[in-house]
């Protein structure tokens, strides 16, 4: 036992270097960001695409700070605004497939994965869903009630106290994940020196095959979608070097929890807006699905094609 939680213990801290070097600069940056001229800006810029997605202008706020922070910087952008319930259900959705996407695109590109892809994937899952709501949907005209929602924090009164405030979040971002990585590394060693992930291969293998990748990508589809792709950027690194992942089933788990990883949390943490959750569940499943066995399917039969060309080439030649 002392040598599995040596062993988890080391991966857990190496792993927490390797992301904590990606989100604390990250985090430092756009925490000081949002107090100059920049953010403000780029807000203005987006304020037209707002009437296009069925949002009022104001709703650039929340889109903005939740992309280049969290869904929690994002929620409290919401609730200092007066908006209907069919704004906050486009804005919940939109913010679910993109939100934190500085981060959590960086983190995907340590596993190989393009950042470009990424980034693409996510921004076109929030326009399309918002778009197609506001097509689809005629209803939540009526005006928000905020329940127990967190509040926004005082803004720091200088240059000094926005870098401090900005270190702080940085640094309490590293902590949160060393809290949360380095546990689950021992866990995942004990698991693996117990024979625990063969096991758990085969049981999720159907659901694996369904959306075109080989079973040993199961943990990091778990990973993903319980504690979220930068926390389960760690065990997707670790897959990539002891479990073979291969390039195209990386692909395919990071276009699966694009589109709904953390998928629990991230969706109760907006009960408090007073919108449906269960719908905003489903389309993140449902779209996260469909895509991905369909792009799998794709991708397979393609493969599949070329290596019956190459025999045939090969056949002939001989």
């Not at 605004?81 to 996407?101: D, G, P």
């Not at 940085?170 to 866990?187: D, N």
């Not at 489903?282 to 060309?309: P, S």
């Amino acid at each position: 036992m002392n040598g599995i939680l040596k062993r988890g213990s080391k991966k857990g801290l190496e792993l927490t270097w390797t992301l904590g070097k990606v989100i604390f600069p990250v985090t430092l940056v756009i925490t000081v960001l949002q107090y100059t001229p920049i953010l403000p800006w780029i807000m203005d810029r987006l304020a037209p695409l707002m009437g296009w997605l069925g949002l009022s202008g104001e709703a650039a706020v929340p889109l903005v700070l939740g992309n280049f922070l969290n869904l929690y910087a994002g929620i409290a952008a919401i609730i200092s605004f007066e908006f209907t319930v069919k704004e906050v259900f486009i804005l919940a959705v939109m913010m679910s497939f993109s939100h934190n996407l500085l981060i959590e695109s960086t983190v995907a590109k340590k596993v190989g994965v393009s950042w470009w892809f990424v980034v693409s994937v996510r921004l076109g899952l929030a326009l399309i869903s918002a778009f197609l709501i506001h097509l689809f949907w005629q209803g939540g005209t009526k005006v928000a009630t905020y329940g127990l929602a967190a509040s926004k924090n005082p803004d720091p009164g200088g240059w000094m106290e926005i870098i401090g405030q900005g270190l702080q979040t940085a640094f309490m971002g590293v902590v949160q994940l060393a809290l949360i990585v380095i546990p689950l590394m021992i866990v995942m060693q004990y698991l693996r020196d117990k024979g625990w992930l063969d096991r758990f291969s085969v049981w999720v293998a159907p659901m694996t095959k369904f959306l075109g990748m080989e079973r040993n990508t199961s943990m990091t589809l778990v990973a993903g979608l319980t504690i979220g792709l930068a926390y389960g950027a760690g065990l997707m690194i670790q897959a990539v070097e002891e479990d073979g992942v291969s390039k195209k089933d990386m692909y395919l788990a990071i276009l699966f929890l694009v589109s709904c990883h953390a998928v629990v949390e991230d969706t109760l943490i907006f009960i408090p807006l007073g919108i449906p959750v269960w719908p905003l569940l489903l389309i993140r499943l449902v779209t996260a699905i469909l895509l991905t066995a369909a792009v799998g399917f794709i991708w397979n039969r393609l493969q599949q094609k070329r290596k019956e060309t190459s025999h045939e080439h090969t056949y002939h030649s001989l």
